[in-house]
């Protein structure tokens, strides 16, 4: 089948008008050299651990709110399975430059009593700034706070794939290093 020349045309400008890497990912360099970069993926965000003094039932008819520099989201954790003894949910947000953030919770109890929660916020890097201010909440139905934090993020610039092949930006809040990714 032979496609008019017109539309040949505006599918070759189409092509050629948009950049197929993201922000993260820079294009390839442009002096003719060639870099090698592997594909080991990193995203930019904000990770927090903290105890709740609330079990994951609890949580469930709490309300979650999260703000980064007065801009808060805020949602009820229903979501969360009541048979289970550990907690996930993925939150849907609000747009952020142009993309979705991603935001998680995951839960498990402590043997001491109360919840450890992980708040994992991942958004696209040209939205974070040194400085950021963070604020969590958890609160129960009848106004009381479960579980409050307040930091300000002083992010590390990551390199997986090492320098020139895309950089990501995270905070880690809480009293042990998060595990790595495998």
Excluded: W
Aim: aromatic share 8%; charged share 20%; glycine share 10%.
């Amino acid at each position: 089948m032979r496609l008019p020349l017109h539309l040949a045309a505006l599918l070759v400008a189409g092509c050629a008008s948009t950049s197929p890497f993201p922000p993260e990912y820079p294009a390839p360099p442009q002096d003719g050299t060639e870099r090698v970069c592997t594909l080991i993926g990193c995203g930019s965000g904000m990770v927090l651990d903290m105890t709740v003094n609330a079990t994951l039932a609890q949580l469930r008819a709490a309300t979650f709110t999260m703000c980064r520099n007065g801009s808060c989201f805020r949602s009820r954790l229903e979501g969360f399975r009541p048979d289970a003894e550990r907690g996930f949910l993925q939150l849907p947000m609000p747009k952020e430059a142009g993309r979705f953030p991603l935001l998680e919770l995951s839960t498990k109890p402590l043997p001491t009593g109360g919840t450890e929660v992980r708040v994992s916020y991942g958004t696209d890097s040209v939205v974070l700034k040194q400085g950021d201010l963070y604020r969590v909440t958890f609160q129960a139905v009848d106004g009381r706070t479960l579980g409050e934090f307040r930091s300000v993020a002083h992010y590390t610039k990551v390199e997986p794939n090492g320098p020139d092949c895309g950089t990501c930006y995270n905070v880690y809040f809480g009293s042990n290093p998060p595990p790595r990714e495998r």
